[in-house]
């Protein structure tokens, strides 16, 4: 194991190359429809995209008319992100912050937190922090949407490997485990370029489950709203991801 978090090290070109090609515009228009409907959310309304990654659905939001934010601890994903506002000549602030600092008080209407972007801290202090953070950040009567996976769907359906063979020649090479002390599901990626040049990552991101996640919510004055199995509002089920509303009070 390295000293450096593994979420300092993952977030960059890597996870670009990894996850890009799943991830089609039409899939982010159709998330941030989702998004836009749940949450209410109307032009002008300020929205903190929180761990935005390269700001694919922060994009999007701007496009729609909202106020938007982008925090990310990853500069080259950032990079990608100030380079789209350019391209598509959007008005986004983009900030470099780990989500434990979050540097607003009362400023947003919503904040989004999606595609798996909690949980990467060994501590659920740590984790509790975050949501702390996001409810400080909020505005009263503001919503918070979370998107995350879902500890009893990532037991029942676990495979210990699996190998991903990329149009461009690229061999992603999965192994996983899931730490039942902790509640961490731990994956080592290998990826193998077609030179044959090999790269390993490392993550370990603690799953919770429905009622841990509303009592850590609760706890910071983020009342639940709603729950689902996905941002479509199907049901929550042993089979599905997981999709939290909660307003702070």
């Known amino acids: 194991m390295h000293d450096t978090p593994w979420y300092e090290s ?13 991830l089609p515009p039409t899939k982010t228009q159709q998330d941030v429809e989702a998004l836009i409907k749940l949450l209410h959310l109307e032009p002008k309304d300020s929205v903190l995209d929180l761990c935005c990654g390269y700001g694919r659905h922060a994009l999007a939001l701007a496009q729609y008319g909202c106020q938007v934010t982008g925090l990310d601890l990853s500069p080259v994903l950032l990079a990608k ?9 959007q008005q986004i602030r983009w900030l470099e912050s780990d989500m434990r600092n979050i540097p607003f008080s009362g400023e947003f209407s919503a904040i989004i937190n999606m595609f798996t972007s909690f ?12 949501l702390q953070q996001i409810a400080k950040a909020l505005k009263p009567g503001g919503v ?3 998107e995350t996976i879902y500890q009893p769907r990532v037991i029942r359906t676990l495979a210990p490997h699996s190998i991903i063979r990329y149009p ?3 061999i992603v090479l999965e192994e996983r485990q899931v730490d039942l002390l902790t509640s961490h599901n731990e994956v080592r990626i290998t990826l193998i370029d077609p030179e044959g040049k090999r790269r390993e990552h490392f993550q370990s991101i ?11 919510l609760s706890a910071t004055g ?11 509002t199907s049901p929550l089920t042993l089979e599905s991801r997981l999709v939290l509303i909660s307003q702070k009070q």
């Open 222 to 232: 983020l009342k639940l709203q709603a729950y689902y199995g996905g941002l479509d």
């Open 81 to 89: 992100a100030r380079a789209s506002t350019l391209e598509q000549q």
């Open 144 to 146: 918070f949407l979370l």
């Open 168 to 170: 461009d020649g690229l």
């Open 119 to 130: 949980g990467y801290f060994a501590s659920d202090e740590e984790n509790q922090k975050v």
């Open 10 to 22: 993952f977030f960059g070109e890597d996870y670009f190359r990894l996850y890009t090609p799943f």
């Open 206 to 216: 603690r799953m919770y489950t429905l009622t841990e996640l509303v009592s850590m």
